[in-house]
């Protein structure tokens, strides 16, 4: 279980897919690397590195 701090986060984590039950790698894409690259920088760069988009825009 994961904890939360508030009810938006309870009803998005709901609709949270585990990877482990996706099935299916950026290495199963034949293809398409500059697709993939601007998929990993988008979604996944700031998932593991939250400290480069702290200053945004978005953040305000």
């Given at each position: 279980?994961?904890?939360t ?18 099935g ?15 998929l990993k ?10 400290e ?9």
């Amino acid at each position: 279980d994961v904890a939360t701090e508030n009810e938006f986060e309870k009803r998005l984590l709901a609709d949270v897919i585990p990877p482990s039950d996706i099935g299916v790698t950026f290495d199963d894409i034949g293809a398409l690397e500059n697709v993939k690259d601007t998929l990993k920088e988008l979604v996944m760069l700031p998932l593991r590195r939250p400290e480069l988009f702290c200053k945004g825009q978005l953040t305000k």
